[in-house]
């Protein structure tokens, strides 16, 4: 991972290139598309708020801002994100704070012949260091790999977009939660889930471009089912995992929601895609407890 950088937000044979950063779209070699990312808006009489599903890491000139978009960008009196802008910028040190194991543990050791193979092949000749650190740490950093061979970037993300817009504007920011208890997600998560989800994710490496590929069609299409079938496809696989990463996360979003509610305005919450679809999302969440919420098309 790039000291400063944190493409971070949700394991399975995408999460090299799906989870770490979370949900990252279209490969750079394609030509830019338009996007038009599912969204939805929770309402009542005097409180608005739009729920848009981001791609943390885009190639650079793709067209996402448009339309409905534009227009809750226009109306949201303020912006909510996974990390405010200073947080976002603290995630590299507290990642290199808390990525070292405390005992060196060889590769050879974690992943079976054929992972070990397919993770060696992603490392490319610049090695990760993997043997000092984390089960969790490693995968974020083949998740970095992974969106550096497809020439994404998070500049050009659709977070790095919506604060640039806000700022513009002289509209707060704000976030959900802090470097640390994101990373902290996974420092904290069973090491046999940990384990898991590396070796899944090195036997899958191969696949991974090809992987964001397909999501990035799903996520520029606003395909919300599409999406599900992902992640769930992905977490389903590790238990632990899908409850610390998605549906506790989204329980916590969810009651935030509820709380923002009780006051006035029109507020913008954009968070990763994957937290916004299936069963146990945000706004499934949400319409679970009697609120009003709606598709944006």
Not at 47 to 61: D, R, S, V
Not at 100 to 124: C, G, I, V
């Amino acid at each position: 991972m790039r000291a400063g950088a944190f493409p971070f937000r949700h394991g399975g044979r995408r999460i090299a290139a799906a989870l770490f950063p979370l949900l990252l779209a279209a490969c750079g070699s394609q030509p830019a598309v338009e996007a038009r990312p599912a969204m939805w808006l929770v309402e009542d009489d005097d409180t608005h708020i739009y729920m848009l599903g981001t791609m943390h890491a885009l190639p650079a000139g793709t067209d996402w801002d448009g339309g409905k978009v534009a227009t809750a960008v226009a109306a949201a009196d303020e912006l909510v994100l996974e990390l405010s802008p200073r947080q976002l910028a603290e995630a590299g040190r507290v990642f290199r704070e808390l990525a070292p194991r405390e005992k060196p543990l060889a590769m050879d050791a974690r992943l079976p012949p054929t992972a070990l193979a397919a993770y060696r092949r992603l490392e490319a000749g610049s090695d990760f260091g993997g043997d000092a650190l984390d089960d969790w740490a490693i995968l974020v950093l083949m998740g970095q790999r992974v969106a550096d061979e497809a020439a994404l970037s998070p500049s050009d993300g659709v977070e790095a977009g919506l604060t640039a817009a806000f700022d513009n504007a002289g509209k707060p920011i704000s976030g959900l939660e802090s470097a640390e208890s994101q990373l902290m997600l996974f420092e904290t998560l069973d090491p046999a889930a940990q384990r898991a989800m590396l070796v899944r994710a090195a036997e899958h490496a191969g696949d991974a471009v090809r992987d964001v590929k397909a999501m990035a069609a799903d996520w520029s299409r606003g395909d919300a089912d599409a999406l599900a079938k992902i992640v769930n496809e992905d977490v389903d696989s590790v238990p632990a995992a899908r409850k610390a990463i998605l549906t506790d996360r989204n329980r916590r979003w969810s009651a935030w929601v509820q709380r923002r509610m009780e006051r006035p305005g029109t507020v913008l919450m954009a968070v990763g895609a994957g937290h916004l679809v299936g069963s146990d999302s945000v706004p499934a969440m949400l319409e679970a407890e009697g609120y009003k919420v709606s598709r944006v098309q």
